[in-house]
């Protein structure tokens, strides 16, 4: 089955950065859209950035212009730069690949900590 495993989030004082990676495995036929979705308590999840297969990037307007999506297709990666950090972006971000595993479907990972301190 098709596997995401994320890494870089962490503690980090507001105007900072971060870099968060997510690598899918498994098996994994054939990849779409990558993306990362983020979540505070008690929200729902939130659309943050999107990638295509062809390298077309949106963004969520609250973070246009700090935050860029990139990815590697040799290493089934998307990575999520993020700069001048605020408060408001402490969530747990997850990445997502909509990919043909078993069935096309979109496919999560576990999700990593950003927490961003004034």
């Known amino acids: 089955q098709v596997q995401l495993v994320e890494s870089g989030g962490g503690l980090v004082q507001a105007g900072g950065s971060l870099r968060l990676s997510c690598a899918a495995s498994?098996?994994?036929?054939?990849?779409?859209?990558l993306g990362w979705y983020r979540q505070h308590p008690g929200n729902q999840r939130e659309l943050v950035a999107t990638?295509?297969?062809?390298?077309?990037?949106n963004y969520a307007d609250s973070v246009k212009g700090r935050f860029t999506i990139s990815r590697d297709n040799a290493k089934n990666t998307v990575y999520l730069q993020m700069n001048s950090l605020k408060p408001e972006d402490t969530a747990v971000y997850y990445c997502?690949?909509?990919?043909?595993?078993?069935?096309?479907?979109?496919?999560w990972g576990q999700g990593t900590q950003v927490t961003v301190s004034s």
């Open positions: 997502y690949v909509f990919a043909l595993g078993s069935t096309w479907s979109k496919y």
């Open positions: 498994g098996r994994i036929f054939s990849i779409d859209i």
């Open positions: 990638i295509t297969s062809g390298g077309s990037a």
